[in-house]
């Protein structure tokens, strides 16, 4: 909550930055508007990555206080829930008790996309 807050300073303070970028450029969607600030002011977390949330949190606030207008929401969401098998998993057959008498079992570490699919 804090970030958000100082987030929300930050954007108010440099609320004629804001306006003339909203001004100047053809954004799609709010999460771009977003993602260019975050750049701008540096909005990281600890990890590097931009704090969308927060900064969109922020943006809606100041919008909200008749700051500017903000482009429409984006109209698709993010990733969708894993599929399903149509049909429960067969029953597997002469597979051992103990996982000792399984021969050839390893483990692998998985690196890539197509890896964590399988």
């Not at 260019?36 to 922020?58: H, N, V, W």
């Amino acid at each position: 909550m804090n970030t958000q807050s100082q987030i929300k300073r930050t954007l108010s303070q440099a609320i004629d930055y804001v306006r003339k970028l909203l001004d100047s450029t053809a954004f799609r969607h709010r999460t771009e508007v977003a993602e260019a600030l975050c750049a701008e002011f540096r909005f990281y977390d600890a990890r590097g990555a931009p704090q969308r949330g927060s900064c969109l949190k922020a943006l809606q606030d100041l919008e909200a206080a008749g700051g500017f207008t903000l482009p429409a929401a984006r109209t698709t969401t993010g990733p969708k829930a894993p599929r399903r098998l149509g049909a429960p998993v067969p029953t597997p057959e002469a597979v051992p008790a103990d996982v000792g008498a399984v021969r050839g079992l390893r483990l692998e570490l998985v690196t890539t996309a197509a890896q964590m699919r399988v």
